[in-house]
């Protein structure tokens, strides 16, 4: 492999752990406060599908982008009343949420459409469009330094930059605001924070909202950024796989963007080399690299859920005392 091919690898990964990343960092917020949040899956489809149709019949993709995180925010909304108000089962709630997106969207898409669940191809302003940094032209023939600003840092889509600028700002929301103490105690201790008097359903609440947000971006930057329209069941399990990247993590945002990018380079690298010679012995074929995230995820689940330690609170309903 030449530096160049090596540069365009990383610049794959980037492209593709964009969408785990944010959707990681939504689950972040959510499993901070203490709600086990598994519907990040369903988030991320139904924004897909709902940014794509509005992008794709308004022309403009910031309306998608918008219409996007709206519909994320409402199902997160509905989780939160399921597992908050009513202090239903998370996991149970959140499963529920990825059916119903699972289902809603294909029923809908085929209705509006008739392609299968699919949406029109979307082309022009409906499509977010890749930003080419300052002097990047003029540098690109420049040796190393050249090639890594020119196809590494500039070219990509704003939602690429919007997800990586987002790990600081996470970092300093949790660990430097009163805000993200708060939130923090409330996954630990919620009885302690409700002492205090601060409102453990709306500090979980505020959290949800932050994890719709979030999702709703993923979402569309996988219909509008990645892809040029929706697909039936385009998120392929990222959500989970960002569940399994937050776990990696141990509920910290630049460990996750770590474990994001190392999903990333998987699936670059399956991407763009399906077929692995070993030394002339044998070929790696593409089925099994195509896996290679997949894989990762389940070693991760099997081997370190059980040594990363979650919020204390996580996962259990509060209940005020009297």
């Given amino acids: 492999m030449d ?16 969408v785990l990343l944010l959707a990681c960092l939504a689950g972040l917020f959510s499993e901070r406060s203490g709600i086990v949040d598994i519907g990040l899956e369903g988030k991320m ?8 149709a509005i992008a794709y019949e308004t022309g403009s993709v910031w309306m998608g982008l918008a219409a996007g995180m709206l519909a994320s925010l409402i199902f997160a909304m509905i989780h939160g009343v399921a597992s908050i108000i009513y202090r239903g089962d998370q996991i149970i709630s959140g499963v529920a949420l990825n059916f119903l997106a699972s289902g809603l969207t294909v029923v809908v898409g085929d209705a509006l459409y008739r392609q299968g669940g699919q949406t029109p191809t979307l082309a022009g302003s409906a499509r977010f469009s890749e930003i080419t940094l300052p002097f990047a032209d003029a540098l690109r023939d420049v040796p190393i330094l050249g090639p890594i600003y020119s196809e590494l840092i500039s070219g990509h ?16 929301v949790l660990f430097r605001t009163r805000f993200g103490l708060r939130l923090r105690a409330v996954g630990e201790n919620p009885s302690s924070v409700d002492t205090a008097g601060v409102s453990v359903v709306g500090m979980r609440f505020k959290a949800l909202l932050i994890t719709g947000l979030l999702c709703g971006i993923a979402g569309a930057y996988l219909s509008t950024s990645q892809a040029a329209g929706f697909g039936k069941e385009m998120t392929a ?9 937050l776990i990696f993590a141990k509920w910290r945002p630049l ?3 770590g474990a994001c990018l190392l999903f990333g380079l998987l699936e670059a690298v399956s991407n763009l080399y399906p077929n692995i010679d070993v030394f002339g012995l044998f070929t790696i074929p593409v089925q099994f690299t195509q896996t290679l995230p997949y894989i990762l995820t389940v070693i991760i689940l099997g081997g370190f859920i059980g040594r990363a330690m979650p919020p204390n609170a996580i996962g259990q309903p509060y209940v005020k005392e009297r």
Avoid: C, E, N
Avoid at 3 to 18: A, E
Avoid at 157 to 172: D, E, R, S, T
């Fill in 45 to 52: 489809l139904i924004s897909a599908f709902v940014a794509a």
């Fill in 157 to 172: 889509k704003p939602l690429v930059y919007v997800a990586f600028l987002a790990v600081p700002l996470v970092w300093w």
């Fill in 255 to 257: 460990h996750a963007m």
């Fill in 3 to 18: 530096f160049l091919q090596f540069i365009l690898t990383l610049d794959s990964t980037l492209r593709l752990s964009t």
């Fill in 237 to 245: 399990g990222r959500g989970y796989i960002a569940l399994a990247a």
